[in-house]
């Protein structure tokens, strides 16, 4: 059990066929492929990555694997997730923060872009819609946004969402950690 298989086996179970997801991270669109497939082809993912590189890997791999007319890949930073869907329309809204797997380490995420994305995904999430955020940290700025975030999830209203953050206690390193929000019913 890794961060990656505990996140997709909570997504399986909360996203449907015909559902609207939104990958805020899109990396090298290996989660972006992974929502296409569950909300399938009546459905619609939204990925964002603000590196040209993250945009053209997750398109390729769309494309390679028959996705593209079901993912759209936006070159944008996910603080700006609000400009491309209405209020209450999401299903769920995955983050994979750090850097780009096999890209530039210099480019990370951010406490304050990320606490933004947050933000305005919880607007967008419909009842009963989940937010995952795999916090990878660690390097240059991993430790701060770690900390601002797990601080920033403490003080989201409980009377509208369930936040629940998970941690390897027995895990050598830096182990991710995966944070799940539930926006009640």
Same mark, same amino acid.
């Given at each position: 059990?890794?961060?990656?298989?505990?996140?997709?086996?909570?997504?399986?179970?909360?996203?449907?066929?015909?559902?609207?997801? &939104?990958?805020? !991270?899109?990396?090298?669109? $290996?989660?972006? *492929?992974?929502?296409?497939?569950?909300? @399938?082809?009546? @459905?619609?993912? +939204?990925?964002?990555?603000?590196?040209?590189?993250?945009?053209?890997?997750? $398109?390729?791999?769309?494309?390679?694997? @028959?996705?593209? *007319?079901?993912?759209?890949?936006? +070159?944008?930073?996910?603080?700006?997730?609000?400009?491309?869907?209405?209020?209450?329309?999401?299903?769920?809204?995955?983050?994979?923060?750090?850097?780009?797997?096999? @890209?530039?380490? /210099?480019?990370? !995420?951010?406490?304050?872009? /990320? &606490?933004?994305?947050?933000?305005?995904?919880?607007?967008? +999430?419909?009842?009963?819609?989940?937010?995952?955020?795999?916090?990878?940290?660690?390097?240059?700025?991993?430790?701060?946004?770690?900390?601002?975030?797990?601080?920033?999830?403490?003080? &989201?209203?409980?009377?509208?969402? /369930?936040?629940?953050? !998970?941690?390897?206690?027995?895990?050598?390193?830096?182990?991710? &950690?995966?944070?799940?929000?539930? $926006?009640?019913?």
């Amino acid at each position: 059990m890794n961060t990656l298989s505990l996140v997709h086996a909570h997504l399986q179970s909360w996203i449907h066929s015909g559902d609207f997801v &939104i990958d805020a !991270t899109a990396g090298n669109g $290996k989660d972006t *492929e992974f929502l296409c497939g569950l909300v @399938g082809r009546e @459905g619609k993912v +939204l990925a964002f990555d603000i590196q040209e590189q993250a945009v053209e890997n997750t $398109k390729k791999r769309l494309a390679e694997h @028959g996705w593209s *007319e079901v993912g759209e890949v936006v +070159l944008d930073s996910h603080a700006n997730m609000g400009a491309y869907a209405q209020e209450n329309s999401v299903d769920c809204i995955v983050f994979n923060l750090g850097w780009l797997p096999g @890209g530039d380490h /210099t480019v990370f !995420t951010h406490a304050d872009s /990320t &606490i933004a994305a947050i933000e305005a995904g919880l607007r967008l +999430l419909r009842k009963d819609g989940v937010m995952c955020v795999s916090i990878y940290y660690g390097g240059a700025s991993g430790y701060e946004e770690r900390d601002a975030l797990l601080e920033y999830v403490r003080t &989201i209203d409980p009377a509208q969402y /369930t936040v629940l953050v !998970t941690q390897f206690a027995n895990r050598a390193g830096d182990p991710p &950690i995966p944070v799940f929000i539930h $926006k009640a019913t």
